[in-house]
């Protein structure tokens, strides 16, 4: 069996894979399956696939899929064209590329 690489500080949640509860990733997380829970991060990235419901808190978040409930960005938040924000959501910077949804409570922040 070949030893499968495994970069430190990062997590990915597979298409099919559902997970309850918090993760705490000092690099990077990246869903493109279902999260019920909090995560805190440094990089989020939501898949086309991906769907998280909780407290997100990160520097940089990309969302392709869903994110709902609350999100805090310290930098950029992107919503792409199959992307879909809801909930409570501060931000110091947003970016809705065509066809991109945002529905919720939208402030403002200043950049850490």
Known sequence: MAETKVESGCLTIGT???FTGSIQA???VVIHGEVMGDISTLSLHVGALGH????VTAQNI?????????TTCDRLL???QTGE?????E?????ILRGGVCNGE????LPK
């Open 16 to 18: 099919g894979v559902r």
């Open 26 to 28: 000092p690099k990077s």
């Open 52 to 55: 998280v419901d909780g407290l």
């Open 62 to 70: 990309d969302v392709h899929g869903r994110l709902g409930e609350v």
């Open 78 to 80: 992107r919503v792409h």
């Open 85 to 89: 924000l809801t909930g409570t959501i």
């Open 91 to 95: 931000y110091s910077e947003l970016e």
């Open 106 to 109: 939208l402030n403002r922040r």
